[in-house]
């Protein structure tokens, strides 16, 4: 093109100009001079190249790029560590897909898409540290029309159950996620309209969609409808019935040796851990230790246990445990109670959230078991048998480690007979749990039988709670344990 005149690109211009108004290109309508005509045919080529790219570029333009912003998580986190992306750059994503999991000092968190695209760009590498309102994700979303700038869709594992937020409706709360709340507004529909079938009422993707099927006589998809499921332990993980003469060893791993010293960072739970564990230091404990024959609760649990097996559930101690705790504590409310930091005020918490310290490869995490005065020992084991499986798979969100006020920590299911207790703040009492060993006790008539016995380790907060109060508390929760038939006549 170093040889076109300015008269030449004159035409040139009235050609590209002819060409997108007539949208074809027809060369003999053009007859320039002989001494153009080199040129001319350059210029023809040309022009389909510089066409041909017009018109792409204008394509690529109505796909504009959304930079996916981390969006608030809550709990006054600032910012996460991204553990596992679930996409790379170039893949095409949809509506609720899965783009990557973080953690925070205080849950695993997994984000959504919100929008129809192509990944661009990923921000962060994995273990990177991700940022509160800064960009995530770079998504080239596929409509042409105007992107709505909403906060992103930030779910917990199996969120659509249990993490939402909520809105006013016509003065009613109807809670449902922002994915959800999109997809009614895509679709027209009022979600006062639509009956929730999560828990307390909570509308659901699948809500949405059923309405929707009844609404317009469509059939859905049943694979739509499938919840969010933790995912099973491997098969060969699964206990092995063994022989009782026959113990398998434990599984050890063998320390790895590198010769160096190592430094890092302290990110996620063990960051948390640090703050936690801080703040409890500031807190004046008290022990207060105790036995207990839990020989008619092994009795009782042997005959309970394929009953709650059949119904798919397991049944451990645990249950009992806790819910022999939430009826000593509505004798005993001061104990399921918390402290401000200004020690001015007590508040009693009217729901008991008892918490379970659990041992994860995450570190040790303490879900919490809601409204325990609600529920029935089969509740209880079936909630605990969900928090166990979430913990194993590393899933465990901010609903099931929040709001606990009360705590009790099985340290006997991996040893040890006693322990003392760190209180968790803001709450101001917690139980260590020590293994269930059978020894030789004196029965009634001075005779020496065999007795399941466990021991229990006490803290408690000694600016509210004096030693008589947690000794009261202790005794009515072992005269539930070792007879466990007086809780038929609590029970609610």
């Known amino acids: 093109m170093a040889a076109v005149t300015r008269g030449s690109f004159t035409v040139f211009?009235?050609?590209?100009?002819?060409?997108y108004r007539r949208r074809?290109?027809?060369?003999?309508?053009?007859?320039?001079?002989?001494?153009?005509q080199p040129p001319s045919f350059r210029y023809e080529t040309d022009l389909?190249?510089?066409?041909?790219?017009?018109?792409?570029?204008?394509?690529?333009?109505?796909?504009?790029?959304?930079?996916?912003?981390l969006s608030d998580i809550g709990e006054g986190i600032m910012e996460v560590t991204v553990k596992e992306w679930y996409v790379k750059e170039g893949d095409k994503v949809s509506q609720f897909d899965s783009i990557c999991e973080v953690q925070s000092d205080k849950a695993s968190v997994t984000i959504t898409s919100r929008y129809d695209g192509v990944i661009k760009k990923l921000h962060y590498e994995v273990d990177g540290t991700a940022l509160v309102g800064k960009p995530l994700v770079d998504i080239e979303t596929e409509s042409s029309s105007e992107v709505i700038q909403e906060e992103d869709v930030v779910e917990t594992p199996a969120m659509a159950r249990e993490e939402h937020t909520h809105q006013e409706i016509k003065g009613l709360k109807t809670q449902a996620t922002p994915a959800v709340r999109r997809l009614a507004i895509e679709n027209n529909i009022k979600l006062s309209e639509v009956v929730g079938t999560g828990r307390d009422g909570r509308i659901l993707k699948e809500d949405i969609l059923s309405f929707l099927a009844k609404q317009t006589g469509a059939i859905i998809p049943p694979?739509?409808?499938?919840?969010?499921?933790?995912?099973?332990?491997?098969?060969?993980?699964?206990?092995?019935?063994?022989?009782?003469?026959?113990?398998?060893?434990?599984?050890?791993t063998k320390p790895a040796f590198t010769g160096k010293d190592v430094t890092e960072p302290l990110k996620g739970f063990h960051r948390a851990m640090v703050k936690t564990m801080t703040a409890a230091l500031k807190i004046p404990h008290f022990g207060y230790c105790d036995e207990l024959d839990l020989s008619r609760l092994v009795s009782l649990r042997a005959e309970l246990r394929p009953i709650a097996e059949g119904r798919g559930v397991k049944l451990s101690y645990m249950p009992f445990f806790i819910k022999a705790a939430s009826l000593g504590l509505l004798h005993f409310p001061i104990l399921n109670s918390s402290l401000d930091e200004g020690c001015q005020n007590i508040t009693y918490k009217a729901s008991h959230n008892i918490g379970l310290a659990m041992d994860t490869a995450n570190g040790?995490?303490?879900?919490?078991v809601k409204n325990v005065q609600l529920l029935s020992v089969f509740d209880i084991a079936q909630e605990l048998n969900r928090l166990q499986a979430l913990g194993t798979a590393g899933q465990l969100g901010t609903n099931e480690l929040s709001g606990g006020t009360f705590t009790l920590s099985n340290i006997g299911s991996i040893g040890g007979t006693y322990a003392k207790a760190v209180i968790l703040p803001p709450e101001v009492a917690i139980g260590?749990?020590?293994?269930?060993?059978?020894?030789?006790?004196?029965?009634?008539?001075?005779?020496?039988?065999?007795?399941?016995?466990?021991?229990?380790?006490w803290s408690a907060d000694h600016r509210v709670i004096d030693g008589a109060t947690m000794c009261r508390f202790s005794n009515l929760w072992k005269e539930y344990l070792e007879n466990p038939a007086s809780m038929v006549l609590d029970l609610k």
Do not use: W
Request: hydrophobic share 40%; charged share 20%.
């Open 223 to 252: 694979t739509l409808f499938q919840e969010i499921q933790p995912p099973a332990p491997p098969a060969d993980a699964r206990p092995v019935s063994t022989p009782a003469a026959i113990k398998a060893p434990p599984i050890t």
């Open 48 to 69: 389909k190249i510089f066409s041909a790219r017009t018109l792409h570029s204008s394509a690529v333009s109505r796909r504009p790029i959304v930079s996916f912003k």
């Open 13 to 19: 211009r009235q050609l590209l100009t002819h060409h």
């Open 432 to 457: 260590a749990l020590g293994k269930v060993q059978v020894l030789p006790r004196f029965d009634a008539g001075g005779k020496v039988v065999r007795a399941h016995i466990m021991n229990v380790s």
């Open 24 to 36: 074809c290109f027809r060369p003999l309508s053009f007859r320039p001079d002989r001494t153009l």
């Open 364 to 368: 040790l995490l303490v879900p919490n």
